[in-house]
């Protein structure tokens, strides 16, 4: 064997080395993602909360809802709420 064959033995190596190396890669570049991609759904969810608080105060406004569990949900919700913002601020002090 002569340094040409071996020169392309070892290159055919490396691209195969690589080549089944991938996944593991792309595991690792997506686990650092994952505060990108959990930061739209809590401000989704953020929204959705918020929306959920004022139409539960509108219909207690409107007498819809009893007063007992017009404050019991409005309750539920904000504990909702409070957990989805320490999240928010979570991601954001990872961020920096």
Known sequence: MNTSS??????IFLLAALYIS????KMESSKDRKGESEYPRLMAERERILD???ESDIDYELGKVEKEDYQ???QSLLKQGAEILRNLDE???NAT
């Open 6 to 11: 071996i020169s392309i033995i070892l290159a």
């Open 91 to 93: 991601l954001e002090k």
């Open 52 to 54: 959920a608080i004022e």
């Open 72 to 74: 019991r949900q409005r």
């Open 22 to 25: 991938q996944p593991f890669l």
